[in-house]
Nanobody, 124 residues
Framework: QVQLVESGGGSVQAGGSLRLSCASFGYTYSNYYMAWFRQPPGKERVGVAAAYTGDGITYYGDSVKGRFTISHDNAKNTLYLQMNSLKPEDTAMYYC?????????????????WGQGTQVTVSS
């Protein structure tokens, strides 16, 4: 049974930083895609960033390029999202996803496993 557990969300003022973590348990493969998605209230879930644990290649959504950094610690089975220069429009529930089955990294329907989410609130 695969389990993803996010942490690190909170409230911050615009321009501040937060670091999200996603610990994975029970995953038997060594190389797979993991990603961060976010979902503002009343809106659809969208891809923020993704990483392939095998070679470390990363992908980013246009709205976070240059501000967010995704990374994965293979020894700890933990995915991170370092978020800098936060803006009010970054406010959302952030979800960790794992195991891309097919298609593009930013497709929410393409992942097998999801965490419970962690709230990020950025005030102006």
């Amino acid at each position: 049974q695969v389990q993803l557990v996010e942490s690190g969300g909170g409230s911050v003022q615009a321009g501040g930083s937060l670091r999200l973590s996603c610990a994975s348990f029970g995953y038997t493969y060594s190389n797979y895609y993991m990603a961060w998605f976010r979902q503002p209230p009343g809106k659809e879930r969208v891809g923020v960033a993704a990483a392939y644990t095998g070679d470390g290649i990363t992908y980013y959504g246009d709205s976070v390029k240059g501000r967010f950094t995704i990374s994965h610690d293979n020894a700890k089975n933990t995915l991170y999202l370092q978020m800098n220069s936060l803006k009010p429009e970054d406010t959302a529930m952030y979800y960790c996803a794992a195991d891309l089955r097919y298609g593009n990294w930013y497709g929410a329907a393409n992942y097998n496993y999801w965490g419970q989410g962690t709230q990020v609130t950025v005030s102006s």
